[in-house]
């Protein structure tokens, strides 16, 4: 059965009420439908780009239509990003977008001047043009202008002498061949250039690109007001054309070519765009044209990254003009995002010692060199246990698992004894490990995640020497891709382990001998395993290729990621945007988007375009690591800010959180560390007990996953400590405290004592006391957080009874609110006293964040169970436009929908939440059955009484699946 595509609906109305739309596999064919005019964009996070129509611009072009006509905007995607088109005044709106080359269109009534948008979150700003009625669309004349002359005669500009003349070539580039008549041989044959006359100039298009050099031309007077000219290549710093007045070394105008590459119906084009330069401030001077190709189209850091073909200039007809000439097509440097020239990265192959120098660090603040090769060598994850020592894995294995039992990683445990940030005692805790990615150390021993496996190594304490083998948890873990599995171990507040999980590896997970019933399956995503009960479940479907995970002040998970936008506010429940591949649930439709507001890299050829030329913004498309520095005070950082490295960028990032709705918005902040060197790769930070906070660093030239084990330099590796100038040092046994005095560590400033003294407790499994003490924290200390701190700890300790968590219900603070919710529905049977709380706070909390918690509790109870909180969930107008919650309504409703499609749709008939309603109707047309074709004619009866948008196009939605089930 073909499922219900809401692009086909689009020529069915002016208007698209929804503000997160549902989506589908595409239909085979798309309604055909007469309009007036079309235009066709490219979608990107730098802005749309004009392909086809009578388009005004290149960049958010300016978009004309006569007064009543009908216009069709199709949008291209041209990255892995979610994207859509909103007009604002009249509300005619696309469905959102997603992988690159996705296509979608938008239908517009021309009754007035208007603005359109991109509506995903962070995007507006960036990506926004205006359209325009206007009464005729004739062109202004252009005249054909004339060609600068010197000496009596006119300079061969245009290059229709078919060689150099008038020219001066210096470097590769621009040799006898540079000047051609056809696309070939400097273009494939396919691309339609559109130069003036019969030649043109090319640096070596697409097939000699990796040349570089420089061509200046004669020297001539400016004898009229305007210019214009034609180029085509790249959109980069290095390869340009300039004009230079003859007493001047800077150019006084610049472009890069527009990297004219699209796709129009299926058409691959590449032309030369017509530029226009005001030359009146200058007439009387001379000048001379400079065309410069400094760019070889390489990135060799990154093996499977191909060469950028337009990393090249092509040139055409520089001409004079009387009057200001006006074309369509016209290219304006504000139209291009250029990417910059490489960053400039002035170390590489550092010895440890030396990194150190190079490193710019802010005020107060200094790193000391912890351990280095030869002691430690590719160090992938670490942990720290209650005496503040690092356990860390030096991985030998990586990039290829070896045979069973030939595994070469081992586990070493570091210590500082004297504070001074070296690492001056080390021991081997055990080898022959094999592909290790993760770990973390508590409840008596290491959990190691070495795929196929999660294992734990049970710990003699007495001389730090495993008390036995391995014990196999889990199986089931995929290696298909070494470097995105199981990893970045954590204790979650909840007593949980945690840890992600990239896209691209496939695991089916469950306890060694299970059938695949009783398995798991995870291929993006964050996972947690308990340690007492032995249970396994993914938290969070979705992202890429996560390797950092923490938990702020309010024990809210937070992961960075690679490739696609870098971070993520991970709620139970939740399915995240992809990198690839699709949702394990079909009718998922949509889902939760990055909360950055931002990327951390340049230019509009991609993540990968904006490796090693992105510094100005961050840096890169690949992160490692997730830390809130939840330290010492005195370190003057922002507790709600997440740190993360960034690969290609050799720096700390920064990102800044602020409340938004039930969730967060990331805002970009400064650069916390500049490494300076181009082999560091920071992997992981853990912060120790005196609030300094070590790292790791992979140090290897290859600066990205490469399956070949050749390219990877098994022989370095390093640990650093980063330093505030007022840290103090003292030696730290946690394990020696008293449970009083682990439960006054909930109350410590640094997140070390708390985390560490709630486990100890949770191993303990402490009694009244402990649970008496908690609890007074919980009922009279005033900081939200604290009293988190308490709830947690009671309830890893198991010093919190359902009666009392139902009690918090009321509680005045919405965290603690939230989490009672959370630990109500922990083991997925809430009873009949919460359900009916939750179906009261679903209608009337004040508190978003405590919706979303129910929101996301809603998967974790029986389906009849959902019925009314639905309901009252999706009759909050107020969250209409949140972030999260109207996804986590309908993951919770879809199943609803097919159990009882009549009671669904009459809910989402009703429903403020804006997908709601055309998701049943699409969920209830892919029920094989002729009851679901009659729930859809009732509705449809109903709905026609109703004349608001939302109905209008519920009615389209019901119209499409009821012309597919016949």
């Not at 540079?178 to 041989?185: E, G, I, L, N």
Request: charged fraction near 25%.
């Amino acid at each position: 059965m073909k499922l219900f595509r809401l692009s086909n609906l689009l020529p069915l109305m002016f208007s698209l009420y929804f503000a997160v739309g549902c989506k589908a596999p595409a239909a085979k064919e798309e309604v055909v439908v007469k309009t007036d005019r079309e235009y066709v964009l490219e979608s990107k996070m730098t802005g749309y780009t004009g392909i086809g129509g009578d388009i005004d611009g290149i960049r958010n072009p300016v978009l004309r239509a006569k007064k009543g006509e009908r216009v069709r905007v199709r949008l291209v995607n041209g990255e892995l990003m979610s994207h859509d088109i909103v007009f604002e005044k009249s509300g005619a709106k696309s469905i959102p977008i997603v992988q690159k080359g996705d296509t979608t269109s938008v239908v517009v009534e021309a009754q007035e001047d208007d603005v359109y948008f991109c509506s995903i979150p962070g995007h507006r700003q960036i990506m926004n043009g205006r359209f325009e009625i206007v009464e005729s669309f004739e062109d202004a004349a252009v005249d054909e202008g004339v060609s600068p002359r010197k000496n009596g005669r006119p300079l061969n500009l245009g290059f229709e002498r078919g060689s150099l003349q008038d020219w001066k070539a210096s470097g590769e580039a621009f040799g006898p061949r540079s000047v051609a008549f056809d696309a070939a041989p400097l273009y494939p044959d396919s691309l339609q250039l559109q130069q003036d006359g019969d030649y043109y100039v090319s640096s070596g298009g697409t097939v000699n690109y990796q040349l570089k050099g420089t061509l200046i031309s004669e020297t001539f007077e400016i004898t009229h007001p305007w210019a214009t000219f034609k180029v085509a290549g790249g959109a980069l710093e290095g390869a340009r054309v300039e004009l230079i007045l003859e007493d001047s070394s800077k150019p006084f105008f610049k472009i890069s070519g527009p990297v004219t590459e699209g796709y129009i119906r299926g058409t691959r084009q590449a032309v030369f765009r017509p530029v226009v330069v005001d030359l009146r401030p200058y007439i009387g001077k001379k000048m001379y044209i400079r065309l410069v190709d400094e760019e070889n189209g390489k990135v060799p850091e990154i093996h499977y990254i191909g060469d950028n073909v337009w990393s090249h200039i092509a040139f055409d007809n520089f001409r004079f003009h009387k009057e200001q000439p006006k074309y369509k097509n016209q290219l304006r440097p504000e139209d291009i995002v250029i990417l910059p020239a490489r960053d400039i990265v002035p170390h590489a192959g550092l010895s440890g010692p030396e990194a150190v120098k190079a490193m710019s660090l802010p005020e107060g603040f200094s790193v000391q060199l912890g351990a280095a090769e030869p002691d430690i060598v590719k160090p992938i994850a670490f942990a720290l246990d209650d005496r503040g020592r690092l356990w860390v894995v030096e991985s030998q294995t990586y990039p290829v698992r070896a045979e069973e039992g030939k595994g070469r990683d081992r586990i070493l445990i570091f210590e500082d004894t004297d504070g001074n940030g070296t690492l001056d005692s080390k021991k081997v805790f055990t080898d022959g490990l094999n592909l290790v990615s993760g770990i973390e150390w508590g409840f008596g021993g290491v959990w190691i995640g070495a795929a196929p496996y999660l294992m734990f190594i049970p710990i003699d304490e007495s001389g730090d020497k495993p008390a036995g083998k391995p014990q196999i948890l889990l199986d089931g873990w995929g290696y298909e891709d070494t470097h995105e599995t199981l990893n970045t171990f954590k204790w979650g507040p909840d007593g949980w382990l945690y840890g992600t999980h990239g896209v691209f590896t496939h695991s089916n997970v469950g306890k060694p001998g299970a059938p695949d019933a009783e398995r798991t399956r995870i291929n993006a995503g964050v996972w947690r395993y308990h340690p007492t009960r032995h249970e396994f479940e993914v938290f969070a479907h979705g992202t890429s290729n996560p390797w950092g995970i923490d938990f702020n002040d309010y024990g809210h998970a937070f992961i960075t990621a690679c490739v696609i936008p870098h971070l993520y506010h991970m709620i139970q429940g939740g399915r995240y945007f992809r990198q690839g591949g699709k949702h394990f649930n079909a009718y998922t439709y949509d889902d939760i988007k990055t909360i950055a507001d931002h990327v951390h890299w340049i230019g509009n050829a991609g993540p990968h375009a904006g490796n090693f030329r992105s510094g100005s913004v961050g840096g890169g498309h690949a992160h490692a690591g997730a830390m809130f520095y939840l330290g010492n005070k005195k370190w003057g950082l922002d507790r709600s800010s997440i740190y993360m490295n960034n690969l290609h960028g050799h720096r700390v990032n920064t990102d800044m959180l602020v409340r938004s709705g039930s969730g967060y918005t990331g805002r970009h902040g400064k650069d916390f560390i500049l490494r300076n060197d181009s082999w560091s790769l920071w992997l992981n930070f853990q912060i120790a007990p005196n609030g300094s906070v070590f790292v790791i660093d992979w140090y290897d030239q290859n600066q990205c996953h490469n399956p070949n084990p050749a390219v990877h330099n098994k022989t370095l590796g390093r640990i650093f400590r980063i330093s505030h100038k007022d840290d103090t040092w003292e030696p730290v046994d946690l394990s020696s405290k008293t449970n009083a005095e682990l439960v006054a560590l909930q109350l410590h400033e640094n997140e070390f004592y708390v985390r560490h003294a709630r486990r100890l407790l949770q191993e303990r499994k402490a009694g009244d006391d402990v649970h008496k003490a908690l609890w007074k924290i919980l009922n009279e200390n005033p900081d939200a957080t604290r009293k988190l701190r308490a709830l947690w700890a009671l309830h890893a300790t198991n010093g919190i009874s359902e009666e009392q968590l139902i009690g918090l219900l009321d509680n005045a603070n919405e965290y603690v609110r939230s989490w009672a919710v959370q630990l109500l529905a922990e083991n997925k049977k809430v009873s009949a006293a919460a359900q009916k709380r939750f179906e009261t706070l679903a209608g009337k909390d004040s508190s978003a964040i405590v919706r979303l918690y129910i929101a996301s509790a809603l998967q974790r109870m029986e389906l009849s169970q959902r019925w009314e909180i639905v309901k009252n969930l999706s009759a909050r107008n107020e969250d209409a436009k949140d972030a999260n919650i109207p996804f986590l309504v309908w993951y919770a409703l879809e199943p609803l929908t097919e159990a009882d499609p009549g009671r669904a749709i009459e809910l989402a008939m009703g429903a403020k939440l804006p997908n709601l309603l055309v998701c049943t109707i699409q969920r209830i047309g892919a029920i094989p059955d002729k009851s679901a074709t009659d729930v859809l004619q009732k509705a449809k009866q109903t709905l026609q009484k109703n004349t608001d948008e939302n109905s209008k196009t519920a009615l389209a939605a019901i119209e499409q699946v009821l012309l597919e089930h016949k």
